[in-house]
């Protein structure tokens, strides 16, 4: 191998020498900077990573009561209603379609951030059970109660019922037992078991809603209102026609 070696003018080797100790220092902090990044300890996580969508809102009621609970459901008109043992619950269209109860709360004396809304509908004949829960904050209402926001349905148990294919009696018209449960940040929590009778009486929405939540509802049925509510199965409605 041979070397071939460059002759420079005077004034650019005193150029090149005078640019050596930056290069150095430069390189230096680099390789510095590298070095504390790979050493240095992680960050602390935020001290909210546990509180949905930035939540700030104040503690509802007073820290030292225990949680007052009182439970609600969106009604026919997509009012906020109360619900209590021998209520009515509508049964009501959602936008993924089927029949669902809007089972929410009203509460104090909790934060309202973060809370775990659980509910569930029972058919007290089989035994059978239909439940949502999911992780809400609470609304702020003008009388510092915290409560299930009725603009949003993503703050209510969204609790499935129709197409009946679960339970042995009709779902409309009937007792069922309805459950509805709050657990705060503390693990503080309030249930309520009430005998409810599910209604279809949204307008717009009741032929519909009688048909789908029948007793003798099968999935894959197809699903004709009578004048009276209940359904007709295809055979029965050409049956019908013929005789006509």
């Not at 504390?36 to 930035?54: E, L, M, Q, R, Y």
């Not at 809370?115 to 059978?128: E, K, M, N, T, Y």
């Not at 209402?141 to 294919?165: K, L, M, R, W």
């Amino acid at each position: 191998m041979q070397y071939l070696r460059v002759l420079l003018p005077e004034k650019r080797q005193h150029q090149l020498l005078l640019m050596r100790p930056f290069v150095c220092l430069s390189i230096l902090a680099f390789a510095t900077t590298i070095l504390f990044a790979a050493c240095s300890p992680p960050p602390d996580p935020p001290t909210d990573g546990g509180v949905i969508g930035g939540c700030r809102l104040p503690y509802v009621g007073n820290p030292n009561e225990p949680m007052e609970v009182n439970v609600v459901a969106i009604g026919p008109g997509y009012e906020l209603v109360p619900v209590t043992d021998g209520s009515d619950v509508t049964l009501m269209f959602p936008p993924q379609g089927g029949r669902v109860v809007f089972a929410g709360v009203r509460a104090r004396n909790l934060n309202p951030c973060a809370v775990r809304l659980s509910g569930a509908l029972r058919d007290p004949s089989s035994q059978q059970v239909r439940l949502d829960s999911r992780i809400i904050n609470l609304q702020i209402a003008e009388d510092g109660y915290g409560q299930s926001d009725v603009t949003d349905i993503f703050t209510f148990a969204n609790i499935a019922s129709c197409p009946n294919q679960w339970s042995d009696q009709d779902l409309m018209d009937v007792p069922y037992e309805l459950t509805v449960s709050l657990t705060d940040k503390d693990d503080r929590n309030v249930t309520h078991v009430l005998q409810v009778f599910p209604r279809c009486n949204e307008p717009g929405q009741v032929e519909a809603c009688l048909c789908q939540c029948d007793s003798e509802y099968v999935l894959g049925m197809m699903c004709y209102p009578t004048d009276g509510g209940g359904i007709k199965d295809q055979d029965a409605s050409i049956e019908d026609a013929a005789g006509d």
